[in-house]
């Protein structure tokens, strides 16, 4: 195994992590902006305003973007034991 390959296998495990994290990062990112300008706006200082929206949106979130996060990972790994004989060979 040269070092090409692990760099390669790296490189292929960041992107997917990459793509996992998006959908649940951009909603939280997105709905604290919003809580924000609202906070900023009324002047209110509550931190559970901001907790609680950014919990249930994630959470609605991970939900409808759950079985694509799946499908993504399992593709990775099958990959990933389908190249073995190749990456040890």
Known sequence: MTSDVVLDIFRQALI???LLTA???L???VIGLII???QAATQINEMTLSFVPKLIVMAITAIMTGP???RVLLTFTEKLFRDIPMIIG
């Open 16 to 18: 997917i992590v990459g």
């Open 23 to 25: 959908p649940l990062l």
């Open 27 to 29: 909603s939280g990112l």
């Open 36 to 38: 924000g300008m609202f």
């Open 68 to 70: 694509w996060m799946m």
